[in-house]
T-cell receptor, first 114, second 111 residues
Framework: NAGVMQNPRHLVRRRGQEARLRCSPM?????VYWYRQLPEEGLKFMVY????????ESGMPKERFSAEFPKEGPSILRIQQVVRGDSAAYFC????????????FGEGSRLTVL | DAKTTQPTSMDCAEGRAANLPCNHS???????VYWYRQIHSQGPQYIIH???NNETNEMASLIITEDRKSSTLILPHATLRDTAVYYC????????????FGEGTQLTVNP
C-alpha cells in the first residue's frame, strides 16, 4: 500500500509565478490535510478537504492560496503570485474516516521562491 | 483542544529508554492524547495514541496518569534514528477536527 505521495518534492519559483503542489492520498483515504512549515518553525495547519469539499480552511492565508480535492485525481495546493515568504515545506496528510487523529503524512514539497 | 506542555529538548543514550513527558492539565474527558514525531526534513510520523489506558505498539508505549493530566511516551531502546522532534497533541477524536502541532521536544539520542 503506497503511502501519501507528494510532488514535486522540490520546486523553485521566481517571485510572481504560480506554484502548484500535488498530493495523492493513501488508497481508500478520502480526507486530506495540508500543513506548512516555515524554516525553523513548527507545523501550521492550512486546510482540510474531503472529496470535492473544503471542510476547514481556517489556516489558509486570505489571498493567493487555494486548495482543491477533486473527485478524480490528487489534491492540489495552489499558490498564486508567490513571494519569498512562501518559501517553506508543505506537507500533505491523509486519513481514513473516521479516525482523523491518525494522519499519514507525505514527505513534503519544498518550495523555494527566488 | 487542550493545550500541552513539553520540555524543549532532551538527551538520551543509545540503547537506553527515552521517556518523554507531556503535561495536559486541562484535558477533557473525550480528548485523546496523540504522539507524533518528525525526523529532520521528513514528514511527521504517527506513533501512538490513547484515551485512558496505557497503550503499547511496536514503536513505543504511552503511559497516561490516572487523572489524565499528564502522559509519558516511552521508547524502550532508543537508537540514533529516533533522534527527532516529538509532538504531544490532545484532541477530540471526531470527524473533521484537526491536529494542532506545538513546539514539541527535540530528542537527541547520543552514541
Amino acid at each position: 500500500n503506497a503511502g501519501v505521495m507528494q510532488n514535486p518534492r522540490h520546486l523553485v519559483r521566481r517571485r510572481g509565478q504560480e506554484a502548484r503542489l500535488r498530493c495523492s492520498p493513501m488508497k481508500g483515504h478520502s480526507h486530506v490535510y495540508w500543513y506548512r512549515q516555515l524554516p525553523e518553525e513548527g507545523l501550521k495547519f492550512m486546510v482540510y478537504l474531503q472529496k470535492e469539499n473544503i471542510i476547514d480552511e481556517s489556516g489558509m492565508p486570505k489571498e493567493r492560496f487555494s486548495a482543491e480535492f477533486p473527485k478524480e485525481g490528487p489534491s492540489i495546493l495552489r499558490i498564486q503570485q508567490v513571494v519569498r515568504g512562501d518559501s517553506a515545506a508543505y506537507f500533505c496528510a491523509s486519513s481514513p474516516f473516521p479516525r482523523p487523529g491518525e494522519l499519514f503524512f507525505g514527505e513534503g514539497s519544498r518550495l523555494t521562491v527566488l | 483542544d487542550a493545550k500541552t506542555t513539553q520540555p524543549t529538548s532532551m538527551d538520551c543514550a543509545e540503547g537506553r529508554a527515552a521517556n518523554l513527558p507531556c503535561n495536559h492539565s486541562t484535558i477533557s474527558g473525550n480528548e485523546y492524547v496523540y504522539w507524533y514525531r518528525q525526523i529532520h526534513s521528513q514528514g511527521p510520523q504517527y506513533i501512538i495514541h490513547g484515551l485512558k489506558n496505557n497503550e503499547t505498539n511496536e514503536m513505543a508505549s504511552l503511559i497516561i496518569t490516572e487523572d489524565r493530566k499528564s502522559s509519558t511516551l516511552i521508547l524502550p531502546h532508543a537508537t540514533l534514528r529516533d533522534t527527532a522532534v516529538y509532538y504531544c497533541i490532545v484532541k477530540v477524536e471526531t470527524s473533521g477536527s484537526r491536529l494542532t502541532f506545538g513546539e514539541g521536544t527535540q530528542l537527541t539520542v547520543n552514541p
